[in-house]
């Protein structure tokens, strides 16, 4: 199978069973998700036994989209480092060529 070629699965969160059409390639981070996630929700059932499993799921939600929030920041941050840097590294490999 091609890696580009898309696969059905079935992943199972907070016992809800999920179908989802993933590209061949991305079947391992789908699981490794699935897991993330399944980890979280468990951990939590166990720590706040009086919630529901709709609010262990919005609380869910928050911490992996303040997770990407998170990163998608410090990411830009970076990116932004590196074009400084690489503009500097042009600047002084330019001043070498005209020596």
């Known amino acids: 199978m091609k890696?580009?070629?898309k696969v059905q699965m079935h992943i199972n969160i907070a016992?809800?069973?999920i179908s989802l059409n993933v590209g061949f390639d991305a079947q391992d981070d789908v699981r490794a998700a699935e897991d993330s996630?399944?980890?979280l929700?468990?951990?939590w059932k166990k720590q706040?036994?009086?919630r529901t499993d709709r609010e262990l799921l919005a609380?869910?939600?928050y911490q992996y989209a303040y997770y990407y929030l998170t990163l998608e920041?410090?990411?830009g941050e970076a990116s932004r480092q590196m074009e400084v840097?690489?503009?500097r590294l042009d600047a002084l490999l330019g001043e070498t060529d005209s020596e």
Do not use: A, Q
């Open 85 to 87: 840097l690489d503009e």
């Open 48 to 50: 706040f036994p009086l």
């Open 73 to 75: 920041k410090r990411f």
């Open 59 to 61: 609380m869910i939600s």
């Open 41 to 43: 929700y468990n951990t």
């Open 15 to 17: 016992g809800e069973r």
């Open 3 to 5: 890696e580009t070629e």
């Open 37 to 39: 996630v399944c980890k």
